[in-house]
């Protein structure tokens, strides 16, 4: 069963981020290399990515010809993914674990972190 | 599939005789896309057979042979296919394939009209790096799609996109004459440089899953070294490589970030590539025609002889950007030359060189210009602004290792201040 674990942010998050003391950004760091190194070792591990700061975000939708509209800048309180997992585990209960060991990871303020597990469709082949 | 129950030597041998048994079996057929097919399937069929019954006594004529038969039941197919279509309409005789005597004769130059085909100017740039890889550097799609972290099937159907050009371009498979050969030549190696800068750039990510790109795109450049030794922007190109990978092991920090040139650990450097690339820059340089490589590979050599960062003879890279920023219209030259007048003639001179970059397009979505403005800031004591360009830096960069040294970076100069 795949499973897809989400780190959510408030659009704030990455600059308060920024200004976390040098040491504890260090470690921040460092967990989350260890994190997906032992997910990969653990055959666990489909893909995690981080993504980039919310302040680059546009939503996009098309207009009557078909053309993108984009709209930019978002309030400060919407929630924003900040990256995410997927993994291939046994059970529901392994993805939990998993997520409960990210929300682990070092910071400051709101932590323990928020992660967010939802189950992955089995996919149709076309959507690849 | 990978290569992966191959010895080292069968892989280093396998990768370097791709390019000679495409030659030959395209010399015979013509047809570019399924040659290439061909070969790559004798490539896998070879990664398969050897491990377990020895590499053969004569590799090349052992590839060759089994590209050829692949390339024979092609060609028995599509007659049979086009001759049961037209047969039902015209009663046509039917034709057979030639069939395939003794080894064709071998090219050096090959590898050559390979990588001129392979970087035409009519593909797109990441076309034209799959297909080398794929083509000349005898990698399979699944090690190509692994280096660049995109899906197979995405690689895959890169590459025949970039056959398809090639098939409507027209491209023969020859030596272009002398004047189009220069032009041309451009193209190869800039394709070559892109490669190297795509494993250089992205050196920090899962790297045991990577096909190490920055040692193929030197592998290449050695090669086409080899058959021109006398261009000197060849030699120029190779000297960067080298001059550059040779600092590979100590440009990342413990947790992935990036380590400054200036706060490199120099003893990591690696001394022998260094002294392989200054021999052959000087010499390139001694010839006279200097072009944009040779005088990066100068910077380069300029940065990798000075024992400790303190002794890095500043005014000489100073001089060096100032002729390239003559021959070239890139801003990261600009950008480079502001940060040697900064370290001649103070940060002050350096941010005012920066300003005529402000309005460029070009450089108006990335991080570059926030974050040597932020240098400049730092050395000239106004850390608050330094910080805040830091971060504004941070927030633009679309590369994690770049990202994680900003914001450390930021965050080390504000707690300092």
Known sequence: MKYMLMMNTRCGGYEEYMKWPKKVIEANIAFMIDFSRKLRAAGELVGAEGLASPTQAKLVRAGKDAKPITDGVFPESKEFLAGYWIVDVESAERAYQIAAEASTAPGVGDAPLMIEVREVLSSHKDLK | ?417
């Not at chain 2, 000679?20 to 061909?38: H, I, N, P, T």
């Not at chain 2, 296919?81 to 046509?92: G, H, I, P």
């Open chain 2, 1 to 417: 599939m990978t290569f992966a129950a191959l010895d080292a030597r069968a892989e280093h041998l396998l990768r370097e005789l791709a390019p000679q048994v495409l030659g030959a079996v395209l010399r015979r057929f013509r047809d570019f896309a399924a040659s290439e097919d061909a070969v790559q399937e004798a490539l896998i069929a070879a990664a398969a057979q050897w491990p377990r019954e020895g590499i053969p006594e004569n590799p090349r004529g052992w590839l060759i042979h089994v590209a050829l038969r692949r390339m024979t039941d092609h060609v028995r197919s599509e007659i049979s296919r086009r001759n049961r279509e037209t047969a039902a309409l015209e009663d046509l005789p039917i034709v057979v394939a030639p069939a395939v005597h003794a080894e064709p004769h071998f090219d050096p130059d090959d590898t050559l009209v390979l990588l001129f085909m392979c970087c035409h100017p009519a593909l797109s740039p990441a076309s034209a790096i799959a297909l080398t890889l794929r083509a000349v550097g005898g990698l399979t799609t699944a090690q190509i799609a692994s280096a660049f972290l995109v899906p197979e099937a995405t690689l895959a159907q890169r590459i025949s996109r970039a056959k398809q050009s090639i098939k409507t371009s027209r491209v023969p498979f020859r030596m272009p004459d002398e004047k189009e050969r220069a032009q041309r030549f451009g193209s190869v190696l800039h394709v070559l440089y892109l490669i190297f800068n795509e494993g250089y750039t992205t050196s920090s990510g899962p790297e045991l899953q990577r096909a190490d790109l920055s040692s193929e795109s030197i592998r290449l450049t050695r090669a086409v070294h080899a058959l021109a030794p006398e261009d000197a922007e060849v030699t120029g190109l190779l000297a960067l490589m080298l001059l550059t990978d040779a600092r590979r092991a100590a440009r990342t920090g413990p947790v992935g970030e990036l380590i400054p040139l200036d706060e490199q650990d120099r003893k990591l450097w690696d001394a022998r590539a260094i002294a392989e690339g200054v021999a052959l820059v000087s010499d390139a340089l001694s010839k006279g025609c200097v072009g944009e490589y040779q005088l990066q590979a100068a910077i380069a050599a300029v940065h990798d002889e000075a024992a400790r960062a303190e002794d890095t003879d500043w005014p000489q890279i100073l001089a060096l950007y100032t002729v390239l920023k003559h021959m070239s219209d890139n801003p990261i030259v600009t950008l480079n030359h502001a940060i040697a007048t900064a370290m001649v003639r103070g940060p002050e001179q350096g941010l005012e060189l920066l300003s005529a970059l402000d309005g460029d397009a070009r450089l108006s979505h990335g991080h570059r210009l926030d974050a040597v403005r932020a240098h400049l800031l730092e050395r000239s004591g106004d850390h608050e602004s330094a910080v805040a360009l830091y971060r504004a830096a941070a927030e633009k960069t679309s590369s994690v290792p770049e990202r994680n040294y900003l914001v450390m970076r930021a965050a080390r100069l504000s707690e300092a201040t």
